[in-house]
């Protein structure tokens, strides 16, 4: 894979999980996080990507034949109607439920809806309220 280019967030550089059931995965990510317009990457039969998140079958190099336990990821989401829409693509491509979208105790305006992704991952939209971003990412050119 010949990378000339990467954005990156400010915290987060990238998270693996390591999946039972890698085609399950990729309908289910491919759904949620084309409702918050990341594409997805990769083509290998073992792994696909999106922005600073890999997601990888127990067969790829980069696992080590070992399955993940249970994770918590959250996904930044652009207004409330994302996260309301990233909820429902998430249940429809075999998600469950783990937290409706609603507003949560963290900060002010903190709006968010958890699911659980097919393997038990814990997997979260938030929009954090009205805020000024400034970057949309970091861009590492190589």
């Known amino acids: ?7 990156r967030g400010r915290l987060i ?22 409702v918050l317009e990341v594409p997805i990457g990769g083509t290998a ?8 998140l890999f997601v990888s079958s127990a067969s790829s190099e980069a696992a080590l034949g ?8 959250a996904f930044q989401a ?7 829409a990233f909820h429902r693509a ?3 491509h075999g998600g469950r439920d783990n937290g409706a979208p609603g507003e949560r105790p963290y900060h002010p305006g903190y709006y968010a809806a958890f699911v ?12 954090h309220g009205e ?6 990412s970091v861009v590492v050119d190589f």
């Open 13 to 34: 550089d990238h998270l693996q999980l390591v999946v039972r059931d890698l085609k399950a995965s990729r309908a289910f990510y491919t759904a949620v996080l084309e």
């Open 78 to 84: 652009k207004d409330r109607a994302t996260v309301d």
């Open 131 to 136: 805020a000024k971003r400034s970057a949309p």
């Open 45 to 52: 039969d073992s792994y696909f990507w999106a922005d600073e």
């Open 116 to 127: 659980l992704d097919p393997d038990g991952n814990n997997i979260e939209a938030v929009y």
């Open 90 to 92: 998430a249940l429809a």
């Open 66 to 73: 070992e399955l993940t336990g249970r994770h918590h990821l």
């Open 1 to 7: 894979m010949e990378t000339n280019q990467l954005h």
